[in-house]
């Protein structure tokens, strides 16, 4: 197994398939019902396939017999970062704006959203009643600000630990595609803030069985996350895969990505833009290929949609 695997866990019609980068854990095993021993793969990986597991099973991976931890490729965590993962089936969404794909980008008028603060009950399914006053207004276009799974109930978001999952504070993932897909039906185009330069502090456990997730460097917020390692780059070209594809996001902004450590080769932001991300997660989404190319200076698509910088501080 090499980088181009796949992380997180994968629901088939054989079960689910449990996976880990963990390169320095002795031993790793799945903990659902009971502990199944994961098989340990090349390159740091461990793997399990489990027939009985299904969409909505709970799972932890204990390391090295001592330490539960969240999946950090989590798809959903009902009880927080620290409680368990859950399965999630991603395919039984009923869309009623397939055909939806996006607008012009000289059209876009766009307005930024914390889902927390926009409106009395900071949810997913309470933003799509304001739906119509922000068409109303003459925007086109909305910009979650980070939704991916902090500690606690009140975040910013720039705080995100478990980068593949919606906070459940402000829903579950059938609520976001709803609001997704409410937007779409107005013509609203919907864009995402993703935080790929740091993890939050608080229910981050990689330091413990994947350190080479990080590089003896800081970032103003963190430990800086080392995209020269094959996987890490994995991890976040998979991680912008899955918001556009699962949840149709439009695009994607990419916070402070001056501050992101790269190789001195290909940056991660060249490998998105030429869809290189695609090849290097065939397993992931085999309908991604290299041919979406880079359509402008600070915006790219994957799959049709688009993802930008947020910093000046790029060379291109």
């Known amino acids: 197994m090499t980088a181009s695997a796949c992380f997180g866990a994968e629901l088939h019609r054989s079960g689910v398939t449990f996976r880990l980068w963990a390169p320095a854990a002795k031993r790793v095993e799945a903990v659902l019902d009971r502990s199944y021993p994961m098989q340990a793969r090349a390159e740091g990986w461990h793997e399990l396939t489990v027939p009985a597991a299904r969409a909505g099973t709970l799972y932890k991976y204990r390391i090295d017999g001592e330490l539960e931890v969240p999946d950090p490729a989590s798809h959903f965590q009902p009880q927080d970062v620290f409680g368990p993962s859950e399965v999630i089936d991603h395919a039984g969404f009923k869309w009623r704006t397939k055909d939806w794909r996006g607008r012009r980008w000289h059209e876009a008028t766009i307005l930024e959203l914390h889902v927390g603060t926009f409106t009395p009950a900071g949810t997913f399914r309470a933003a799509i009643d304001k739906l119509d006053h922000v068409v109303e207004t003459g925007v086109t276009a909305i910009e979650l600000m980070p939704i991916a799974d902090f500690a606690g109930r009140r975040n910013w978001g720039y705080d995100g630990v478990l980068l593949y999952a919606p906070d459940s504070a402000y829903g579950r993932p059938d609520d976001l595609r709803m609001l997704m897909d409410e937007a779409h039906a107005r013509g609203l185009m919907v864009f995402l803030d993703v935080v790929y330069n740091h993890f939050g502090p608080e229910g981050n456990y990689l330091h413990r069985y994947a350190p080479a ?23 976040a070209i998979g991680n912008a895969l899955h918001w556009l594809e699962h949840y149709r996001f439009d695009g994607l902004r990419l916070d402070a990505v001056h501050a992101l450590l790269e190789t001195e080769q290909l940056s ?5 833009s030429h869809g290189r991300g695609a090849g290097l997660l065939s397993g992931l ?17 994957l799959s049709g949609r688009a993802l930008g910088s947020s910093t000046r501080s790029n060379s291109w």
Request: charge should be positive.
């Open 213 to 235: 997730f990080f590089a003896p460097a800081h970032t103003p917020w963190g430990h800086a996350i080392d995209y020269r390692v094959p996987q890490v780059r994995a991890f």
């Open 285 to 301: 989404r085999p309908r991604s290929a290299p041919a979406h190319r880079a359509c402008a200076r600070l915006g790219l698509r």
């Open 268 to 272: 991660l932001l060249h490998e998105l």
